[in-house]
């Protein structure tokens, strides 16, 4: 279970990130993870408000996750007390999340009933 452990805020893209930690004990799929800023949700604008994480990365338990305002290449990396950290950029050259005053929101994905079904076809 991928969740929000941390929010540095800044005037700075490349200064600015969320940080994700799977606090599950299986391995999780970051794809398909959205953040949401709470004030996209309630005025609509989700897309300027938002990240959708698209990258098929499966984050051991325990791992991190750091979502990058600024730019950059998607990899892995370790922090200074050696845990692993799977580094995402979101490209933009201004802050996102330094305009948010609400809190922000962890989606994630659901198994829907036609994928079940297709795997069961399957075998």
Known sequence: MIRIVGVQRSE????????????????????????????????????RGSHLFTDDVLVPAGMYVILISGAGTPRWGKT?????????????????????DLPLHLLHTQHSYSERTEGLLMR
């Open 12 to 47: 700075s893209a490349e200064r600015e990130f969320v940080l994700l930690q799977n606090q599950g004990s299986l391995r999780a799929a970051l794809r398909g993870h959205m953040l949401v800023a709470d004030e996209a949700l309630r005025t609509g604008d989700v897309l």
């Open 80 to 100: 200074r007390d050696g845990a692993h950290v799977y580094h995402v950029y979101m490209n933009q050259t201004r802050p996102l999340w330094s305009r948010c």
